[in-house]
């Protein structure tokens, strides 16, 4: 058993994988790991960087071909995207992200490590889900113009900008937002089309009622305010999965600690989101 163990260590440590990352997390151990243990993670911070060295880790574990993309925030620094991909059999993608970062004081329990963490939870799950598309599984940074003080969301804007550089644009079907899904019953799908589309909002309530959930679908007010934002700006298909009628009490406040976060809710997000890979 010694013996055993030593070995599965050595191993973790070659593959640069540590014992506890390679164990699959639920989604509420991982948004309690990214807002309890890490804490706040404002744009730039190191806590940001350790919050998505901590996902890049479960990304690998869980099998996913992982890439670590650098980008610039003026006055910031630099923040990152970490981007863990599965190929499909066919040509077409679909993108899941969720920003890391978070509005200090508050640790971004419910904003955004709920939605981080049903990326992570998701993530050794996926190759058994057989999705039809690439998928790629996407941690943003920078995500919070509060903090940045800009007028985009930073990790988006790096993202869509991969999207165009790998050829990728046309084959995009949506890129979904989790952002803040860990409370409640219910959700709500946002977008700022000016009705459902068939094969962007459609699919994705249609992925909803597979799983069992109830989620409305609300036009944004102006161009939005999660990452979906700057891919719809970019002519590329977007939308946000939220906390039922878009916000909660305690957005981008002090009390937005992980005495909030709902395993249920996470868990219905976690179906959601794996009807949604999986496609009709």
């Known amino acids: 058993?010694?013996?055993?163990?030593?070995?599965?260590?050595?191993?973790s440590a070659l593959v640069g994988i540590s014992p506890a990352?390679?164990?699959?997390?639920?989604?509420?151990?991982?948004a309690v790991h990214l807002s309890g243990k890490i804490g706040s993670r404002p744009s730039g911070s190191k806590n940001e960087r350790r919050a998505h060295r901590y996902v890049a880790r479960?990304?690998?574990?869980?099998?996913?071909?992982?890439?670590v993309n650098r980008f610039r925030v003026p006055g910031r620094g630099r923040s990152q995207n970490v981007v863990g991909k599965l190929d499909g059999p066919g040509s077409c993608l679909v993108i899941l992200m969720s920003h890391t970062d978070s509005v200090p004081p508050g640790h971004g329990a419910i904003d955004n490590a709920s939605g981080v963490g049903v990326q992570v939870a998701l993530a050794p799950e996926l190759a058994d889900l057989r999705p039809a598309c690439d998928v790629w599984l996407v941690a943003t940074g920078s995500e919070e113009r509060q903090v940045t003080g800009l007028p985009y969301h930073a990790g988006a804007a790096a993202l869509v900008k991969q999207v165009k550089n790998e050829g990728r644009g046309s084959d995009l079907r949506f890129?979904?937002?989790l952002d803040e899904v860990g409370l409640g019953k219910r959700f709500y799908l946002r977008s700022p089309a000016a009705s459902i589309r068939s094969g962007v909002e459609g699919e994705i309530l249609s992925a909803a009622r597979r799983a069992a959930v109830t989620v409305h679908w609300a036009r944004d007010s102006g161009t939005g305010?999660?990452?979906h934002r700057e891919f719809e700006l970019a002519g590329l298909p977007g939308a946000v999965l939220e906390v039922w009628r878009g916000d909660f009490a305690c957005h981008h406040l002090a009390c937005d600690r992980p005495r909030l976060l709902q395993k249920p809710a996470m868990k219905r997000a976690v179906r959601i989101a794996g009807e949604v890979v999986k496609g009709g």
Do not use: H, K, W
């Open 225 to 227: 305010n999660s990452d």
């Open 58 to 67: 479960q990304f690998r574990a869980a099998g996913l071909d992982v890439s």
């Open 1 to 11: 058993m010694l013996a055993t163990s030593i070995a599965a260590l050595a191993i």
């Open 175 to 177: 890129a979904l937002s």
């Open 21 to 30: 990352a390679s164990e699959a997390q639920t989604p509420y151990q991982a």
